[in-house]
């Protein structure tokens, strides 16, 4: 067991403890991308640090979501850790989109590769943290009945690990096999010669759709709102994409960290790929032949096509109907384009979809769309799925519904600061955070892409290492001058809350029903979680703050603590 007095930043050592009880520095929950490089930058530190990790291996989101078609929307060359020189040029991705097991192995090597696993507890769910207000520490609670102390607590949880399953009547009634995306089997499923339903059309299915249809014997989409995709235009990685990005990384990377989504669309192009004039600023044949470009080029710099696509009703109109054109173009049947076409969002402010043969599926013959908002669906029956129309009987039914997104992990975990303050009862009416690091009167607690962080809007690796560098000089700031305890101020909060608040309400996002919003879940408050301002201004906000002395924030000594009891 720890000794009573507290220790300061450094001086605790990764405890035997007593079996069941064990201390150090940092506890880390989550072993994702943020969690690994979290370990990485806390051992140059000397601090001692584990991870806590549910599953069985590391790579978070890349672990659970290993449905068929799963792979990332940003670049492999840029959805990469750029801490180490040598990692990027030793790591060769094969498609210019990797795939979930390809991205999984490259997590499983960073891991191999800095050593990471001796420091990483597998199969350990945390629970709890709750603050020790005298002990000035976090006692982290798993569902293995173990207890740890740290000094500080890192939530590496991610910000799409809570998978949602639909509140339909019936659920568990249905007799043949269930799978939600983001919880797949590892050993794989094989579809061959059975008849699958598809609750839900957001990335996960748009994904996995076209692959589940080349195996299933008739596939049946039940759609509630129709999604944007955009083709990936996906295919091997080349020596002629390759060759310039490793011979350049560094101003590449250097760059991209200054983009509003940490992602350069075109490195090649003097502008990274961003068209900064207004769509209502060039003719109705200009603005064809851009987005005509950017079809063809594929991905999400098609967003990037005019500079007020997010912000200007007008222009995203037209952005959205180039696409719907697209979609009249590609489905055959004209009904099944037309419910397949978003009416009622503009483009983008849910978020937009990256495609390998998505709306060509719907041309094979065995699938089908259902349109739940003209037949909605009444229950989940033993057999399938009833709507208002009828029972649809199946073999396998694949639930792709989704995340209680960006606050559900953390509000699944017994979260208590000061006097017992409860997360849960914090964020009633919605996330509250300081730069979605750290949140007043959890002091030492810090979230790696939090809300009220760029996050879910950005490329996220980039994200992550900009929250763990932060947050590694900060740690370096408090052992240097004998701080133990760093928290937010309460006006802090509440003015980063209104910043956040405002830069949403500037953009069309809060025009849609959307996971950003809170809206897939009931009852969830209807807050826009990401902060919009861009990845570059964020980063700019948080080093400001950081040479104004950690501006916002209370740092508080040991000493002076117990002076002040
Ligand atoms: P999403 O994008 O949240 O999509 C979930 C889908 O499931 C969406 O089409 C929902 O329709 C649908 N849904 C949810 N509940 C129901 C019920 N009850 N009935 C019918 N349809 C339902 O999750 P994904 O996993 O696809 O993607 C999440 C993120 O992962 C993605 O944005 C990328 O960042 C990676 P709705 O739109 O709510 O009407």
Redesign the pocket.
């Known amino acids: 067991m720890l000794g009573t007095s507290t220790p300061q930043v450094g001086q605790v050592q990764a405890g035997k403890g007593d079996g069941r009880t064990a201390g150090y520095d940092v506890i880390i929950v989550g072993a994702g991308f943020g969690g690994m490089y979290m370990l990485h930058r806390l051992r140059e530190l000397g601090l001692s640090a584990r991870i806590l990790e549910a599953a069985t291996g590391v790579g978070g989101t890349w672990y659970w979501?290993r449905y068929p078609g799963a792979r990332c929307?940003v670049e492999s060359m840029q959805y990469s850790f750029s801490f180490s020189p040598a990692l990027q040029q030793e790591w060769s991705w094969s498609e210019r989109f990797a795939a979930q097991p390809e991205i999984l192995a490259y997590a499983n090597h960073v891991a191999d590769r800095f050593d990471l696993r001796r420091d990483i507890q597998f199969e350990t769910r945390v629970t709890a943290a709750h603050y020790d207000e005298k002990a000035n520490r976090w006692q982290i609670l798993t569902d293995g009945g173990e207890q740890f102390l740290a000094r500080f607590c890192v939530m590496a949880t991610g910000c799409?690990s809570t998978a949602?399953l639909?509140?339909?009547e019936g659920r568990d009634s249905y007799k043949g096999a269930t799978y939600h995306?983001?919880y797949w089997p590892h050993e794989g499923v094989d579809f061959t010669g059975l008849r699958v339903a598809v609750?839900?059309?957001?990335?996960?299915?748009?994904q996995a759709i076209p692959v589940m249809a080349e195996q299933a014997t008739h596939l049946t989409v039940?759609?509630?709102?129709p999604?944007y995709s955009i083709p990936s235009r996906n295919g091997p990685m080349t020596p002629d994409y390759e060759g310039p990005w490793k011979s350049s990384y560094e101003p590449r990377r250097a760059k991209a960290r200054t983009m509003r989504t940490g992602i350069l669309y075109d490195a090649s192009d003097a502008n990274f790929g961003i068209n900064d004039v207004s769509a209502m600023a060039v003719s109705e044949e200009e603005r064809r032949r851009v987005y005509e470009a950017r079809w063809e080029t594929g991905g999400t710099s098609f967003m990037a096509a005019f500079n007020d696509l997010i912000t200007n009703q007008a222009s995203n109109d037209t952005a959205s109907e180039f696409v719907r054109s697209k979609i009249r173009e590609i489905v055959k049947d004209p009904a099944t384009a037309e419910i397949l076409c978003p009416k009622d969002y503009p483009i983008g402010t849910?978020?937009i979809?990256v495609d390998t043969n998505y709306f060509e599926t719907y041309n094979r013959p065995n699938v089908e769309l259902i349109d739940?908002k003209a037949t909605p669906?009444e229950a989940i029956t033993p057999r399938g799925v009833r709507t208002t129309d009828g029972e649809r009987e199946f073999d396998a039914i694949v639930y792709?519904?989704?995340?209680d997104?960006m606050t559900g992990t953390l509000m699944k975990i017994d979260i208590r600061g000061r006097k017992g303050l409860a997360l849960r009862d914090k964020w009633a009416d919605g996330p509250q955070t300081y730069l979605g690091l750290m949140c007043a009167g959890l002091p030492n607690l810090f979230m790696i892409t939090g809300p009220g962080s760029p996050s879910?809007l950005s490329n996220m690796i980039v994200s992550i290492e900009q929250h763990v560098d932060w947050l590694i000089d900060a740690l370096a700031h408090m052992q240097k001058n004998g701080i133990t305890t760093i928290e937010p101020t309460a006006d802090a909060e509440v003015s980063w809350g209104h910043h956040v608040n405002e830069a949403g309400h500037r953009t069309l996002y809060v025009k849609a029903?959307s996971?950003y919003m809170g809206?897939?879940v009931a009852g969830k408050p209807r807050v826009f979680m990401p902060y919009i301002g861009g990845v570059g201004v964020y980063r700019q906000e948080c080093d400001e703050v950081a040479a104004k002395g950690y501006e916002g924030f209370v740092l508080t000594s040991q000493a002076r603590a117990e002076a002040a009891e």
């Open positions: 979501n929307d799409l949602k639909p509140e339909i995306t983001g609750i839900g059309t957001g990335s996960s299915a748009i039940f759609q509630r709102t999604n849910k978020r979809c739940l669906i792709a519904t989704g995340f997104a879910v029903a996971w809206a897939n």
